[in-house]
């Protein structure tokens, strides 16, 4: 079982490692550009550019197979890739909604909370008043 996964491995390689010298140019100018040009790009700019230079590296290929089933594979990640950022973004809503929905709550509790303690305060203050008065009627017999 170990030679067939390493004969298919060595296979892999050998298909993947045939490139034109037309290629290996665009492969070699697409990398000076990007080193020459990174500094001064914006995040939105990279994008772009990361967009152009697999365009460029696929161009020298459309017609070939390899590039065929190649555009074929990435399109097909990229619409996997899709549904699991819809996944995860459908979750992190459903979770930030939940932690509102808690900080609220707790919002609403303290406030409960300090109204309790506002009332608490004021029934003992009029207590200790009461004794306070009592104990002076009492001293004043």
């Known amino acids: 079982m170990a030679d067939k996964r390493n ?24 990398a000076e550009t990007v080193e ?7 995040p939105n700019d ?29 399109s097909q990640d990229v619409e996997a890739l899709s549904k ?5 973004k459908s979750v992190v809503i ?3 909604k939940r932690i509102l929905a808690l900080e609220t709550t707790t919002d609403s509790h303290k406030k409960k909370l300090d109204e309790i303690e506002t009332k ?14 009592l104990r002076n009627e009492i001293l004043a017999q």
Do not use: G, W
């Not at 004969?7 to 697409?30: G, M, Q, W, Y």
């Not at 020459?36 to 914006?42: P, S």
């Not at 230079?53 to 020298?60: C, G, S, T």
């Open 7 to 30: 004969t298919r491995r060595n296979h892999t390689n050998v298909s993947e490692c045939r490139i034109d010298l037309a290629t290996t140019k665009t492969i070699n100018n697409v």
């Open 36 to 42: 020459f040009e990174e500094d001064t790009m914006t």
């Open 46 to 74: 990279k994008t772009n550019e990361k967009k152009r230079m697999i365009y460029i590296l696929l161009d020298p290929q459309k017609d070939s197979k390899e590039a065929k089933i190649t555009l074929k594979k990435l």
């Open 84 to 88: 699991d950022v819809k996944e995860v």
């Open 94 to 96: 459903a979770h930030s």
């Open 120 to 133: 608490d305060n004021v029934h003992n203050k009029r207590q200790d008043a009461e004794i306070i008065h």
